[in-house]
């Protein structure tokens, strides 16, 4: 049936596509009978019938020229027509698309004049503002979900008069039942096609599911450092308990023993070589434990830090650093009382046992600059190594938990951690822990 019709149209010419070709022809066959009709009458020549089929051949030559010019001028003004409604179907095509475009969009969006009066909005705006389109229209754009920066330099609407080609704001809007909506608005010239300024497009993304997102996450976070925190301080206190009863329970009896050594070797006559020799090594032994206990207590609770303060401590464990690892260790305590409130104290002291750890375990360095300074309000500890630097993505794998247990305790007190990999070679350490001046802090 659909090719029987196809079949059919073609046996006529399209009017539309070549009406003015046609009108051209047409004019130039007139044109040829009125020329001849001319002739006979005018300058009464020959008859009719021969002027119109044989007619001389200066005037066959002129009467073509003639009718050909009109067929140009037919086929030149068709073509101009037709790219004209070519043009126009786009234009309209075009509008339509971008109508419905506007219309279906998911975000809210709105169209204002010069003089900030709302000529357009689609539904998702009316739905948003808790307002009907006919309410809308006309209406000043500052009465219609308006905000807070609304009427103040920073409106996006003045922005963009004031020439600006995008303004993105994030902003709270109020609906006409009073009710607030977090919205991210983006504002855009809306220009006429000789560029000139016509009026403003806004679009307005509802973002309340994220900002509740947003807040539970940070909440969800800020719950997760205080566990973190809590954790730590159990953590140390139980090392606390452990140290205690350590040095209570094996120290007693380990002084006990050695007493009791040395008792049997004043007791041992001089004769009985063997048993003097014996009791001889098992009192270094003795003392060889006492040192290990003393070392694992130290490590578990260090008292020197609680007795003599953060500087101390630090310079103890970089003594033994050196001692057990051979690396040269430069160090620059400053000439400030240091010493922060015993917390913040034994966060640093334990960042700080967790770096020298790292560079043992991991950086292969010879070299190493410890420095920590206190300018009254932070306390700055750096530490730095020549070793082979750490690689970018162990710096924010979620398995480094050594260095995640390090941001914690920076965090914990409002302080941060920040661990770079030097241009050319080794690691720096750097944590600022703030402290109060009058030692207040808590
Ligand atoms: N000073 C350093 N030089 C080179 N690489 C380092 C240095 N410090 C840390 N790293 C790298 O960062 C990684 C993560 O360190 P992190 O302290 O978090 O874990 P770890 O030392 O491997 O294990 P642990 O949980 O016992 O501390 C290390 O495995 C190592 O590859
Ligand atoms: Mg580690």
Known sequence: MQSQIKKNSTKYIDVKRFGLVLIGIGLGVIFWILESAIHVLVFQQVDFMQQLYGPEPHEVWMRLTIVGMFVVFGMYSQMIVNSRRKAEKTSQFANIELAQIFETAADAMRVVDREFNVIRVNETFSTLSGMRREEIIGEKCFKVLHGPLCGTPDCPLAQILDNENRVEIDSEKTRSDGSKIPCIITATPFRGPDGTLIGIVEDFKDITDRKK????????????????????????????????????????????????????????????????????????????????????????????????????????????????????????LGSVDIDPDEARSLAIYRIFQETLTNITRHADATRVRVGLINNGTTIEMKVSDN????????????????????????????????????????????????????????
């Open 213 to 332: 997102s947003e807040r539970e996450l940070i909440e969800s976070r800020g719950k997760l450092r205080d566990l973190a925190a809590h954790l730590q301080v159990i953590r140390e206190q139980e090392r606390a308990r452990i140290a205690h009863e350590i040095h209570d329970e094996l120290g007693q009896a380990l002084t006990a023993l050695k007493m009791d050594v040395h008792w049997i070797r004043r007791k041992l006559p001089e004769s009985e070589f063997g048993l003097v020799e014996k009791t001889i090594t098992m009192s270094a032994l003795i003392d060889g434990t006492v040192s290990s206990v003393q070392r694992i207590i130290s490590k578990l609770h260090p008292r020197l830090l609680y007795d003599f303060g953060l500087s101390a401590a630090i310079e103890w464990q970089i003594d033994e650093f050196v001692k057990r690892t051979g690396i040269q260790c430069d160090i620059d």
């Open 387 to 442: 070793g082979k630097g750490i690689s970018g993505n162990r710096l924010s794998d979620s398995q480094s938990f050594g260095i995640i247990g390090m941001r914690e305790r920076a965090h914990s007190f409002g302080g941060n951690l920040v661990i770079t990999k030097a241009r050319g070679e080794g690691t720096t350490v750097v944590v600022t822990i703030p402290i109060d001046r009058n030692g207040e802090d808590g």
